[in-house]
């Protein structure tokens, strides 16, 4: 289990998503996966919506929103692994609710 994170400044589409391609996130799939599944399990905000085996794309209303979410997030956070792609993640909500018509793309696995 593990999510990827791509930050796109348009919708992807299958096949040319590179073209939108602004950045991505590789490296914390598994521990970004860890750290959400509490919310996913329970439905909570925008976070609780991410799918940790499909695809969920935010775009930059929901990236704000989801902003705060991750910010109580990371306060909490002990782990420092959860940590870390916490952190990653909010960067990327950032970028995405500062870029208009950006969407931030969460791969599950």
Not at 59 to 66: C, G, I, K, R, Y
Not at 84 to 96: R, T
């Amino acid at each position: 289990m593990g999510i990827e994170l791509e930050l796109h400044s348009g919708r992807p589409r299958n096949g040319s998503s590179r073209a939108t391609l602004l950045r991505g996130s590789y490296a914390h799939g598994d521990a970004l996966a860890r750290a959400l599944s509490a919310l996913v399990h329970n439905g909570s905000g925008k976070l609780g919506w991410v799918d940790l085996y499909g695809d969920t794309m935010f775009n930059e209303q929901e990236a704000e929103v989801a902003r705060q979410e991750v910010a109580v997030l990371i306060c909490d956070c002990s782990d420092e692994r959860h940590r870390a792609a916490l952190l990653d993640l909010a960067g990327l909500l950032e970028a995405c609710a500062g870029t208009p018509g950006s969407y931030l793309w969460f791969m599950g696995d």
